[in-house]
T-cell receptor, first 112, second 117 residues
């Protein structure tokens, strides 16, 4: 089966840097994505890693190591509006690339 | 405006009364999915469709049906809802599914909060 692990909660100070880790076990792997979800809202896409290495999009960066089945989301210059839940998602299982599996989410609280 | 729409946004129903949640996207996306979100469990894929008339089961398909007769629409059908299907449901669409060189971006609808009594 598929399993993804990420911390349930993280608290960080405004202006700081925070890293949210995600480890996964899958029978097939085609990429790791990250989504942000504010309370009462829909998930929104942040980043995708199909290959090893770092992807940077503004204040957000995502990293993937396929050999370690590990990735992380790095948020820099934290702002109060970054308080939200963050989900990692892995595409792929034994049947191919059609299924997308989400972690249970990390709730980030940014404090002044 | 590019978007995914869902209706209704909120629904309270009783056990066994058939219901349909509609989903529509205006981005000409081929790939559409349905997810349910429950506290502590994250998002779980119910069904997905790779194109018109092509649908397949996701991680938790039991008790649900879908159809894809038009590219833009992907309704979720609960033939006989039960209380354990009380959840927050999201429809999503994407232009691809993580093929080489793609970004696998899922666009989510606003969600439908379903309560089955």
């Amino acid at each position: 089966g598929q399993s993804l692990e990420q911390p349930s909660e993280v608290t960080a100070v405004e202006g700081a840097i925070v890293q949210i880790n995600c480890t996964y076990q899958t029978s097939g792997f085609y990429g790791l994505s990250w989504y942000q979800q504010h309370d009462g809202g829909a998930p929104t896409f942040l980043s995708y890693n199909g290959l090893d290495g770092l992807e940077e999009t503004g204040r957000f960066s995502s990293f993937l190591s396929r050999s370690d089945s590990y990735g992380y989301l790095l948020l820099q210059e934290l702002q109060m509006k970054d308080s939200a839940s963050y989900f990692c998602a892995v595409r792929g299982d034994q049947t191919g690339a059609n299924n997308l599996f989400f972690g249970t989410g990390t709730r980030l609280t940014v404090i002044p | 405006e590019a978007q995914v729409t869902q209706n209704p946004r909120y629904l309270i129903t009783v056990t066994g009364k058939k219901l349909t949640v509609t989903c529509s996207q205006n981005m000409n996306h081929e790939y559409m999915s349905w997810y349910r979100q429950d506290p502590g469990l994250g998002l779980r894929q119910i069904y997905y469709s790779m194109n018109v008339e092509v649908t397949d089961k996701g991680d938790v398909p039991e008790g649900y049906k879908v159809s894809r007769k038009e590219k833009r629409n992907f309704p979720l059908i609960l033939e006989s809802p039960s209380p354990n299907q009380t959840s927050l449901y999201f429809c999503a669409s994407s232009a691809d599914r993580g093929a080489s060189g793609s970004t696998d971006t899922q666009y989510f609808g606003p969600g439908t909060r379903l309560t089955v009594l």
